[in-house]
């Protein structure tokens, strides 16, 4: 095979995923040259191809199907309602075909971004030599992304497991299926196949589903989803798993004894590992965490000049919207000598569960770990209007505040529209409101979003003997 050396770029990018594609269009706004060098997933990456895009629709398609079938209000549905899973899979796949070619292949139209489907090694002086060629750049940007993290659990390998990716792809439905991890991913995939009629079980190591949230969320969600008939187990670990009969018979533990399971299937939810091998990262002299992401300062250089790092490679908060903020600011800093970097405390994130969960900020025992004197308070929805308007009271707000300002310093919510209302609470702690001000700001009654104002009234008055209408 020939190889052959392309002109210098501006910027070669490894990886083709939310950081690469936020990297080389700030570089062509910026008026330069970059080229895009990916392999693995199709353009586009985790977010459109196998994260956000097809998994919300999915959960999308799932509550329709399940809370349709039980009507709240003083009507009925004619017939019986029917779900056609393959078909919801097939949309999902056409529905990601034309997002990836209108929402990224199309988008390189006209600009000064070359795109190349190749595996890609990092060498010396920032050259990456990808499909026969090699690629000189004045900088290299690292943004590979990630993949699903396989746990060293005895036989797993031999039996055959699922990921988010390989799960989505099938056509048909497990009657039982595990879950291996109460973290976000688990619970969005856990609920949409119990939606879908699965019998759905949850094993989380920690000694509660989402061990990152406050306590509260996570104790409301985990009634949320007991209701709804899935079971839990926290605390808990899979020591084993066989295959008999067709079956998976996996030994399960919580420390009290062993939990009886056999089901159809198993999904491994247990966080991510970097895209770095075959990057020729070390021999390059790229240095690596001790979890084996790539190492970074906060204007995401790497230990190589020139060589820089973004998005879910980096190790940093696991998010499409991160991601694609860092690889624009990277390029910046790279190729306009900008010093630019993130405020990760007021990156808001959501779980997609229903109800959702949605958190900013910092929770309680984060800002005392970093020696802040704070007040909480936790209201339920229940105290809402338009929680009881509408039937739906699920759900807890909590607000942290620092103590003496009052200044708000996090906002967690679970409610059936959490993912939108944390925007609300994502100005409040980017503007350092206080508990006041936010009282203060005249908000839309009857709405879910009052659950803010609420919480602020809260440290004033005993809202179980408030009306609604106090201001």
Not at 92 to 112: A, F, H, P, S, T
Not at 202 to 209: K, Q
Not at 427 to 437: D, K, N, Q, S, W
Request: aromatic share 6%; proline share 5%.
């Amino acid at each position: 095979m020939s190889r052959t050396r392309s002109a210098p770029y501006d910027l070669v990018i490894l990886g083709g995923g939310a950081a690469a594609f936020a990297a080389a269009i700030r570089a062509d706004e910026l008026g330069f040259r970059s080229v895009m060098i990916n392999h693995g997933l199709p353009m586009g990456g985790t977010c459109v191809n196998v994260g956000c895009i097809p998994s919300k629709f999915l959960l999308e398609a799932g509550n329709e199907y399940f809370y349709r079938q039980s009507p709240q209000f003083a009507c009925n549905l004619p017939g019986a309602v029917r779900c056609d899973f393959p078909e919801a899979i097939a949309h999902k796949d056409r529905m990601v075909r034309r997002l990836r070619k209108v929402n990224y292949r199309e988008v390189l139209d006209g600009r000064k971004i070359e795109y190349v489907a190749a595996s890609g090694r990092l060498e010396s002086g920032r050259r990456v030599r990808a499909g026969g060629r090699l690629f000189e750049g004045r900088n290299v940007l690292i943004a590979t992304g990630s993949a699903p993290k396989i746990p060293p659990i005895d036989g797993l390998a031999s039996v055959g497991y699922l990921t988010n990716r390989t799960l989505m792809q099938r056509t048909d439905r497990p009657d039982e299926l595990l879950v291996l991890g109460g973290g976000p991913l688990g619970l969005e995939f856990a609920q949409m196949y119990a939606h879908f009629g699965s019998a759905v079980t949850v094993i989380e190591s920690a000694d509660r589903l989402l061990p990152l949230e406050e306590p509260e969320v996570s104790a409301e969600l985990t009634a949320c989803l007991q209701r709804e008939g899935i079971r839990i187990h926290v605390g808990a670990r899979v020591r084993a798993v066989r295959r008999r009969a067709g079956r998976l018979v996996c030994e399960v533990t919580n420390g009290q004894g062993p939990i009886p399971c056999q089901v159809d299937d198993l999904l491994v939810a247990t966080g991510v590992a970097p895209n770095t091998t075959g990057l020729g990262l070390a021999e390059a002299g790229v240095a690596l965490t001790d979890r084996g992401f790539v190492q970074t300062d906060r204007h995401f250089r790497t230990s190589v000049p020139g060589v820089w790092a973004a998005g879910d490679v980096t190790g940093r908060l696991q998010l499409e919207t991160v991601a694609a903020k860092e690889g624009a600011l990277a390029a910046s800093n790279a190729l306009n000598g900008e010093q630019r970097s993130i405020d990760y405390d007021l990156v808001p994130h959501a779980v997609f569960t229903n109800p959702q969960v949605a958190s900013v900020g910092l929770t309680e025992a984060e800002y005392l770990r970093r020696g802040g004197a704070c007040e909480c308070r936790v209201i339920g929805m229940d105290r809402l209007p338009k929680a009881l308007t509408v039937g739906d009271t699920r759900g807890v707000l909590k607000m942290i505040a620092d103590a003496k300002s009052r200044r708000v310093v996090g906002v967690h919510i679970v409610s059936p529209l959490a993912a939108d209302m944390i925007h609300a609470a994502a100005y409040a702690l980017r503007g350092r409101l206080t508990v006041e001000e936010i009282i203060d700001t005249v908000h839309v009654f009857p709405t879910f979003s009052e659950a803010i104002k609420v919480a602020a009234e809260s440290f004033h008055h005993d809202m179980s003997q408030m009306s609604c209408c106090i201001e």
